[in-house]
């Protein structure tokens, strides 16, 4: 084989070679570039009582506030005013009412309706809080006008709607009975209105609904609302809300609202301090707690290992002295007795004599050791029983 042949062989080997890495290079690229995409959570769905998502966050209704509505604020948006109303029948006398006037949608009534209210802005301008005349029914003879009188009535602290109520009452009468005496010359055309001095009625109407709290708190949070009359109006209060009839004092912890279950009270520092009150009250760090309830603990494994060892110790002692006085009489000990210890051994080797001397000079006494092993515990002993002789 040539060296060009050999030159050819080794190029054709090295292309494929490149081939092959090139296309191995290539499936590694594709493999690692297609991985599964899982969606991104957002918080549009977690919105709640109501909120909605706007791509960025959750827009919360009026009465709720959190990253996702999830807590009711503590105070409604004060309400200033009430409109309340006064009915009121008046008498013309120079008009008499017909079909056209009996339709409210006609040409003609929305005429007399439009020079009625003029008339009466002006007669009601001296009234506080007059907004305006609403036509309820028009009744035949000459014409009578059925109207309410619609007074819009301020919130004030220092005195209740009915008490206001009354005095606008009041004020209504007077100004009915001011326009029956300025209202009699009538003209003979019929324009303008001529009042008939002898008739006039004005009737209370019930004051509205005036419970602020049912018409704007849910009712999963209504029983943990009070409603109130502030320096802004009437309002509605939370339990959590300082100026609350029934306000829950959290000791500097977060007072919230639980839905159906009332105020909760959330305490600060949690991860250092413990509370032993559930209105974060009794408050205890956590390190000194738990250092001293480790120092006691400490102290009394001391104290009874003292207590076990001084016990085990007496114990041990008063075994020991008894045992040893149990053991003494019968220790296997090769000393012997002497009689000088109180025992004395009579022999064979001198016998008593009546007054108490020895027959034998030499002392009796010797040393001894007894044999209680020679001793026959099966041979009974009979004592004869003493007599006693009188002299």
């Not at 494929?16 to 969606?39: D, G, L």
């Not at 408050?283 to 309830?293: D, E, F, N, P």
């Not at 007795?337 to 051994?345: A, F, K, L, P, S």
Request: hydrophobic share 30%; glycine share 6%.
């Amino acid at each position: 084989m040539t060296t060009s042949e050999t030159i050819k062989m080794t190029s054709s080997v090295t292309n494929k070679t490149q081939t092959v890495i090139s296309t191995s290079t290539k499936t590694s690229i594709s493999t690692s570039a297609s991985f599964v995409t899982t969606p991104k959570t957002t918080v549009s769905a977690r919105c709640q009582n109501g909120g909605t998502y706007d791509g960025i966050k959750c827009i919360c209704p009026e009465m709720y506030q959190g990253s996702i509505c999830e807590t009711i604020v503590d105070r409604a948006p004060p309400v200033k005013t009430v409109d309340t109303s006064v009915k009121v029948e008046l008498k013309i006398n120079n008009k008499q009412l017909d079909e056209n006037l009996m339709n409210n949608q006609s040409d003609e009534y929305k005429e007399f309706e439009k020079e009625f209210k003029v008339l009466m802005k002006d007669t009601y301008a001296d009234l506080d809080g007059y907004k305006d005349v609403e036509i309820v029914e028009l009744k035949s003879g000459s014409i009578i006008v059925d109207h309410l009188v619609i007074v819009e009535v301020e919130y004030k602290e220092d005195m209740t709607i009915e008490k206001e109520y009354e005095n606008i009452l009041q004020q209504v009468t007077v100004t009915v009975n001011t326009v029956k005496e300025s209202f009699q010359n009538c003209t003979e055309d019929g324009s303008g209105f001529c009042f008939d001095p002898d008739y006039g009625d004005v009737t209370e109407i019930e004051i509205p609904n005036t419970d602020y709290c049912d018409k704007t708190i849910d009712p999963d949070f209504r029983d943990f609302f009070t409603q109130i009359v502030t320096a802004e109006g009437l309002t509605c209060l939370s339990h959590c809300d300082t100026l609350s009839m029934k306000y829950v004092n959290c000791s500097g912890g977060r007072c919230v609202i639980q839905k159906k279950e009332g105020p909760q009270c959330f305490c600060p520092r949690t991860d250092l301090y413990m509370y032993t009150g559930s209105r974060c009250t009794g408050k205890i760090l956590k390190a000194g707690l738990y250092g001293g309830i480790g120092a006691a603990i400490g102290v009394l494994v001391i104290i009874v290992a003292t207590v076990g060892f001084l016990l085990f110790k007496s114990k041990k002692t008063t075994n020991w002295d008894t045992d040893n006085d149990n053991n003494k009489w019968y220790e296997d000990s090769e000393e012997e007795w002497d009689v000088n210890h109180g025992i004395t051994n009579l022999g064979s080797q001198g016998e008593y004599i009546e007054d108490g001397s020895s027959g034998s000079s030499q002392s009796n006494k010797e040393k001894f050791r007894p044999r209680l092993e020679n001793v026959d515990t099966t041979v009974k002993v009979k004592i004869q029983r003493p007599e006693v002789t009188f002299v």
